[in-house]
């Protein structure tokens, strides 16, 4: 199944923008990409700081994605969306099963790190296709050419900032290690 639609949780959504090439990020890709409005407000609210002091986190900016077109906030949940929703909660966090719910109603993949949430995914929604961050960015590092220099920069940045290095056998977790 060819992709076309993705809808980030929290954690890849957050990976991305501590990249600080979002916008790059989002346009050289060849997917349409959606956000909850529960991700939004609630969960994807910061980027810490490097040195995690707390008065240096910033705000996650969404509105130059969005009114460009790379990012859309998806409306208030349909009443299937918010049966899915009911169902997935029983197991994951409100955002990921608000995200995982759109995403099965809609076809849509889904973008996401968590292990569970991906197991969960397979167990109950096995169409649903599930996209890492490791995979978003080795994309974007091959279509745009990415410098060794400038990938450093991007995936350091998501190491200290979102704290997060794609697991061992994750999708291009090798590739990602032998750029930082």
């Given at each position: 199944?060819?992709?076309?639609?993705v809808v980030l949780?929290?954690c890849?959504?957050?990976?991305?923008?501590?990249?600080g090439?979002?916008?790059e990020i989002?346009?050289?890709l060849?997917?349409?990409?959606?956000?909850?409005?529960?991700?939004?407000?609630q969960?994807?609210?910061?980027l810490?700081?490097?040195?995690?002091d707390?008065s240096k986190?910033?705000?996650?900016?969404?509105?130059?994605?969005?009114?460009?077109?790379?990012?859309?906030?998806?409306?208030?949940?349909t009443e299937?969306?918010l049966?899915?929703?009911?169902r997935?909660?029983?197991?994951?966090?409100d955002g990921?099963a608000?995200?995982y719910?759109?995403?099965?109603?809609?076809d849509?993949?889904v973008a996401?790190?968590?292990?569970k949430?991906?197991?969960v995914l397979?167990?109950w929604?096995?169409?649903v296709s599930?996209?890492?961050?490791?995979?978003?960015?080795?994309?974007?590092?091959q279509?745009t050419r990415?410098?060794?220099a400038?990938?450093?920069?991007?995936?350091?940045a998501v190491?200290d900032r979102a704290?997060?290095?794609p697991r061992?056998?994750?999708?291009?977790a090798?590739?990602?290690?032998?750029h930082?």
């Amino acid at each position: 199944m060819k992709i076309k639609e993705v809808v980030l949780d929290a954690c890849c959504v957050i990976n991305i923008f501590a990249t600080g090439q979002s916008e790059e990020i989002f346009g050289v890709l060849p997917y349409q990409f959606f956000i909850t409005r529960f991700v939004v407000e609630q969960e994807a609210l910061r980027l810490r700081s490097p040195d995690n002091d707390l008065s240096k986190e910033e705000a996650i900016l969404f509105n130059g994605c969005v009114t460009s077109g790379l990012l859309t906030i998806l409306p208030e949940p349909t009443e299937v969306e918010l049966a899915e929703f009911v169902r997935f909660s029983t197991v994951l966090d409100d955002g990921e099963a608000w995200t995982y719910a759109v995403a099965l109603t809609q076809d849509f993949a889904v973008a996401t790190d968590d292990r569970k949430a991906i197991r969960v995914l397979n167990r109950w929604a096995p169409k649903v296709s599930v996209v890492q961050t490791s995979e978003l960015l080795y994309d974007w590092a091959q279509a745009t050419r990415a410098p060794d220099a400038q990938l450093r920069v991007a995936l350091a940045a998501v190491r200290d900032r979102a704290r997060f290095i794609p697991r061992k056998g994750a999708p291009n977790a090798e590739w990602w290690r032998s750029h930082l």
